[in-house]
């Protein structure tokens, strides 16, 4: 835990000296767009093939600087950004959204991260799109091209499952979660998404995630008539 705490405060830190040009909203198109991409899955049973489509879905658009990438000597944080003027910070299995605006035209960017690369940039893509520069009026920040990013972590060996959870949930307020049949969970807010091995037995689901670090949470659980209670919140199968 201290080692977590550690490499969590390491990049928070370098996240706040490098990048931090104030507090900004979270882009909250997020939840709708990832409600209509769910409801594409509604009548399966809980796959995990069926969430690596649902982050993998192509989107419409075409934004010249599509893809993952992480900043010049830093390993821990990715960036991805995507066609649906939506940008991620990634560390492990969480990814934190953004709003992004790309002008191709004018090569300029912008990003509104609450904590991370946050701000308006100029940029210049180099001729084999593996590096990007990033220019304000205060900063240069070099970005490095990567492999696709891969929130879903290994599947637990041998996991506990219930099986009136698995598949898809929604709650009045659009929060998702999904749970697969071989021990992979996954939940999605507004400004987040996060995907976790877990077991569930007894009313109890016991999770992980990486941040930095793993991380363990607990969630009491009940199914009633057709509908997922999560630590008291009614979620419906869709």
Not at 62 to 74: A, C, H, M, S
Not at 119 to 125: A, E
Request: aromatic fraction near 10%; proline fraction near 2%; charge should be positive.
């Amino acid at each position: 835990m201290k080692k977590f705490i550690s490499i969590l405060t390491a990049v928070l830190l370098f996240s706040s000296a490098l990048f931090l040009n104030g507090c900004n909203t979270v882009n909250k198109t997020q939840s709708s767009k990832s409600t209509e991409k769910a409801q594409t899955s509604a009548e399966k049973k809980g796959s995990v093939s069926e969430l690596k489509s649902y982050l993998l879905e192509p989107v419409k658009g075409k934004n010249p600087l599509y893809g993952t990438w992480k900043i010049e000597g830093v390993d821990v944080v990715s960036f991805i950004f995507r066609n649906d003027n939506l940008a991620q910070m990634v560390m492990g299995t969480e990814a934190d959204f953004a709003s992004l605006s790309v002008d191709a035209e004018n090569k300029t960017l912008s990003v509104s991260f609450v904590l991370g690369l946050n701000g308006d940039y100029s940029y210049n893509l180099s001729k084999d799109k593996k590096e990007l520069t990033l220019t304000s009026k205060d900063k240069k920040i070099k970005l490095i091209k990567q492999k696709d990013y891969n929130l879903i972590p290994k599947a637990p060996k041998n996991p506990e499952i219930d099986n009136k959870i698995l598949g898809w949930w929604q709650n009045e307020d659009k929060q998702i979660y999904f749970f697969s049949d071989n021990g992979i969970m996954y939940s999605n807010n507004i400004s987040m998404e996060t995907c976790y091995s877990y077991n569930a037995k007894n009313g109890k689901i016991n999770a992980t995630y990486n941040y930095g670090g793993d991380v363990k949470i607990s969630l009491d659980y009940s199914c009633k008539k057709g509908n997922l209670i999560i630590n008291g919140t009614k979620f419906k199968k869709f």
